[in-house]
């Protein structure tokens, strides 16, 4: 079994950058494909960024061009840097990681974009 746990959620005014970390207790980040989501209260879980184990990249239209998705394999850490935050940004984001049917969540951290 492994375990997700992300980090760097926070307070942060619209405008600014965040950056969220995903440490996973092992080393899957080079096979698992890999992604951040995002849930906002009465709202569905959605995917914000995904990196596949050999890289490849994708973002959904609203996050496009202010989001970056990265993984360091030998750390096994995934990050989400966020830049340009709206209020819309806020929720609660999970890593995920997903191999065949194998599929594991993170807790989640809270993301809030205020003034």
């Known amino acids: 079994q492994v375990q997700l746990v992300e980090s760097g959620g926070g307070l942060v005014q619209p405008g600014g950058s965040l950056r969220l970390s995903c440490k996973a207790s092992g080393s899957i980040f080079s096979t698992y494909d890999v992604g951040w989501y995002r849930q906002a209260p009465g709202n569905k879980r959605e995917l914000v960024a995904s990196?596949?184990?050999?890289?490849?990249?994708d973002y959904p239209e609203s996050v496009k061009g202010r989001f970056t998705i990265s993984k360091d394999n030998a750390k096994n850490t995934m990050y989400l840097q966020m830049g340009n935050l709206k209020s819309e940004d806020t929720a609660v984001y999970y890593c995920?990681?997903?191999?065949?049917?194998?599929?594991?969540w993170g807790q989640g951290t809270q993301v809030t974009v205020s003034s």
């Open positions: 990196i596949t184990s050999g890289g490849s990249t």
């Open positions: 995920h990681a997903q191999w065949a049917w194998v599929n594991y």
